[in-house]
C-alpha cells in the first residue's frame, strides 16, 4: 500500500506536522512529542509525555490546516472536520494507555495551535460533538471518501501561539 505522506504533497504536510511539533515544544519545554512511524499507517500521530518524569501524558491527533483562526471561526463555523473513524482509534489507545486523547489543529498561516482535550484518561469524551456522514478528499492528494466525520467545537480549545 503506497501511503499518501510518501508523495511531495504528503511531505509537505509532514513538515507541517512537524514545525507544529516543534511550536509546541518550544512553548512548553516540560513536554516532548514522539512520532509514530510515519512509514506505516498508525492510528494516531504520536504521544506527549513530561521530560522530567518520562511520564506519557497524552496520546495525540495532529491537522494541520492552510486557514487563519478567523477563517476557521467565520467560514467553518469554529468546527474541526476529523474522520470519526480517526476520533474512534484515539479513544480506544486512550482507554488502552490510561491517557487523555488530545487533538492538536495547527493553523499555518497563524502558526497558532489549538488544542481540545477529546477524552479524559478513561477514554470517556470530555466534549459534545457531531457526527454526519459527508463526503470529503480521501489523501491530501485528492479523491473523495464518503463517511462519517466528527466535527469538533474548537470554541473551547486552548490557543498555543509564539508572542
Avoid at 512548553?28 to 512511524?37: A, G, K, L, R
Avoid at 474522520?83 to 499555518?108: D, T
Amino acid at each position: 500500500m503506497s501511503l499518501a505522506i510518501n508523495t511531495p504533497r504528503g511531505q509537505e504536510a509532514l513538515k507541517h506536522e512537524r514545525d507544529c511539533i516543534s511550536l509546541y515544544r518550544s512553548l512548553h519545554p516540560d513536554y516532548s512529542f514522539i512520532e509514530t512511524n510515519k512509514d506505516k499507517p498508525a492510528a494516531i500521530d504520536g504521544v506527549l509525555y513530561m521530560k522530567k518524569s518520562d511520564c506519557l501524558q497524552a496520546v495525540v491527533e495532529i491537522k494541520c490546516r492552510n486557514m487563519t483562526h478567523e477563517q476557521l471561526f467565520s467560514d467553518y463555523g469554529g468546527e474541526w472536520l476529523v474522520a470519526k473513524a480517526k476520533i474512534e482509534k484515539g479513544r480506544m489507545i486512550s482507554h488502552l494507555l490510561c491517557v487523555p486523547f488530545v487533538g492538536m489543529l495547527y493553523l499555518i498561516p497563524d502558526k497558532t495551535i489549538l488544542t481540545i482535550r477529546i477524552t479524559d484518561s478513561t477514554g470517556q469524551y470530555c466534549i459534545d460533538f457531531d457526527v454526519r456522514e459527508t463526503t470529503t478528499k480521501a489523501t491530501i492528494n485528492g479523491g473523495s471518501i464518503k463517511q462519517p466525520n466528527a466535527f469538533i467545537p474548537m470554541d473551547k480549545a486552548k490557543e498555543h501561539k509564539c508572542a
